[in-house]
C-alpha cells in the first residue's frame, strides 16, 4: 500500500520539472492524477515553456507505475479553463483528495516589463488561487492542498536599490510571498472542516526556469550572455549546505509526505526545503 494509495491529485503545471516529479511521485505511491498544463510560451517569459509532448511524457510515467492519469492542456490564469479540466478528471475518477497548485514562471527581465509583471502575478498567484478555488468545492474531510513557494518569498524585500527595474523578477518574489499569506489564512479557516493547506518552498530547483538564460543573468549581470557554466558557481551563494541546487525529487519527497497520512495534523506550514538558506541568511526568531 502506498502513502497515497486509491487517492486522486490535481496537478497544474505537471508537463515537467517538479510538476511532473511530484505527480510521478504521487502515482508511485498510489495516487490518480489530473494533470494540466498551459503547453505554450508566454511572449514576456524569456525561456520556453513545456509543450504539449511534455504532458503526454507526463502522463506515460504516470502510467507506467500503473495509476490512472488525465490530462488537459489548460491556462492557470483562466479560471474557468482549470474548472473544465479538473471536471474531467471527476468524470473519470469521481472525486479529488489533493491539490498541487505547482504552476508558476519566473519572469526576470521579461519585456515589456509591466506586461511580464502581469504575467508573473496572473501565473504564479491569481493562478495559484484559481486551482485551489475551484478545487475546493470537491474536497471533504482529509482533504489536503499544497501550493509551491519560494525561498525567494521569505527575502526581505522591503527595500530596493533599484526599484522598476525589473518589475517581472520583483514580481515572481511578490508573488511567492502573496501566495503564501493568502495559503496560510485558507489553512486557517478550513482546519475545522478536516482540510489542511500548507506551502513548500524550494530553493534553487534544477528545472528549465533555473537553467535559463533570464536565470543565468540574474546571477551574472556583469555578462551580457551568461552561460550555465558562468552562472552555476553563483546558485551555491543561496544555500547554506555546499549544493548549486536541489533536485525535483527533493520537493516531490516533501508533498508526498505533507499529503500523507503521516502528516495529518500538519498544516499551516511554511515548509523550506532550502539546503540551509533560509539559516544562512536569516537570525533565528519565533
Not at 136 to 159: C, F, Q, R, W, Y
Amino acid at each position: 500500500m502506498g502513502r497515497v494509495e486509491g487517492k486522486v491529485a490535481f496537478v497544474t503545471g505537471a508537463a515537467r520539472g517538479q510538476g511532473r516529479s511530484h505527480a510521478v511521485r504521487l502515482a508511485e505511491e498510489g495516487a490518480d492524477i489530473i494533470a494540466v498544463d498551459l503547453c505554450k510560451d508566454i511572449p514576456t517569459i524569456g525561456y520556453a515553456l513545456a509543450r504539449p509532448e511534455d504532458l503526454e511524457e507526463t502522463a506515460k510515467l504516470v502510467e507506467k507505475t500503473g495509476r490512472r492519469i488525465v490530462t488537459a492542456q489548460a491556462d492557470v490564469r483562466i479560471a474557468e479553463q482549470l474548472r473544465t479540466a479538473l471536471e474531467q478528471g471527476l468524470a473519470e475518477f469521481g472525486k479529488l483528495d489533493i491539490v498541487i497548485a505547482q504552476a508558476g514562471v519566473a519572469g526576470m527581465k521579461g519585456e515589456p516589463q509591466v506586461d511580464a509583471w502581469c504575467d508573473v502575478i496572473n501565473t504564479n498567484l491569481v493562478g495559484t488561487i484559481n486551482a485551489i478555488q475551484v478545487a475546493l468545492p470537491h474536497l471533504n474531510e482529509g482533504g489536503v492542498i499544497i501550493a509551491t513557494g519560494s525561498t525567494a518569498a521569505l527575502m526581505d524585500i522591503s527595500k530596493t536599490d533599484n526599484p522598476g527595474k525589473d518589475l517581472g523578477g520583483a514580481a515572481y518574489m511578490h508573488s511567492k510571498r502573496a501566495l503564501a499569506h493568502y495559503v496560510n489564512d485558507l489553512g486557517t479557516h478550513l482546519a475545522p472542516r478536516g482540510i489542511r493547506a500548507n506551502v513548500v518552498h524550494p530553493t534553487n530547483c534544477d528545472t528549465d526556469m533555473l537553467q535559463s538564460e533570464p536565470m543565468y543573468r540574474s546571477f551574472r549581470p556583469d555578462l551580457e550572455h551568461p552561460t550555465r557554466a558562468d552562472a552555476e558557481p553563483g546558485f551555491a551563494v543561496q544555500q547554506a549546505m555546499k549544493i548549486p541546487f536541489i533536485e525535483p525529487i527533493d520537493i516531490s519527497n516533501a508533498i508526498v509526505f505533507l499529503v500523507s497520512d503521516e502528516a495529518r495534523y500538519i498544516t499551516g506550514m511554511q515548509l523550506r526545503v532550502d539546503g540551509g538558506g533560509y539559516l544562512k541568511w536569516y537570525d533565528y526568531h519565533i
